[in-house]
């Protein structure tokens, strides 16, 4: 596809669309959607402002990054500075046609989902069976504080003489 060929098909995916060749925006339902193209660099670019991140918070950094490894698929969490934006970047010489409706509403669902399910459709890919995606609320701070305790009671009563064991690779944190 070339960004000439792109232009001439946004009327049927985005409502109010304004724009010129390789950069353009347009609503799509009530999801605000901006559209970048260039040819030179063979690359398409089709995102929306999730909103402002005032502080980053490591939890919150924690499920996004999940949420595009299981259930943001073509669709994922991107920062612009302290924005969180929904994005798809794809080649623009293989997109197809086709792709598109799917690419636009992968993006908005994205948008809408973010803070509950945070999906791009209803297919999620899990590593292993037991793989959740742990979101918490406000209403588990308090929860969060007694398994911090516990855990800070359990390291107290450990013995601190042994080196603690790398049996199964240790885990990243």
Do not use: C
Request: glycine letters at 6%; proline letters at 5%; a negative charge.
């Amino acid at each position: 596809m070339t960004t000439t060929a792109m232009g001439k098909l946004l009327d049927s995916y985005l409502q109010e669309l304004d724009g010129q060749p390789g950069f353009w925006r347009g609503m799509r339902g009530e999801v605000p959607v901006f559209v970048f193209s260039d040819d030179d660099h063979d690359r398409m670019r089709i995102m929306s402002p999730i909103g402002v991140v005032e502080e980053l918070d490591p939890d919150l950094l924690h499920v996004l990054l999940q949420a595009n490894y299981d259930r943001a698929l073509d669709a994922r969490y991107a920062m612009r500075g302290n924005e969180l934006w929904a994005v798809v970047v794809h080649p623009l010489a293989t997109l197809a046609t086709d792709d598109l409706p799917s690419f636009f509403e992968q993006v908005v669902l994205l948008v809408k989902n973010t803070g509950t399910t945070f999906a791009s459709t209803e297919l999620v890919f899990k590593a292993f069976p037991d793989d959740d995606l742990v979101i918490e609320t406000d209403d588990s701070e308090d929860d969060d504080d007694d398994d911090r305790d516990d855990r800070d009671e359990d390291d107290d009563d450990a013995d601190g003489d042994d080196p603690p064991s790398q049996e199964g690779g240790g885990s990243a944190r």
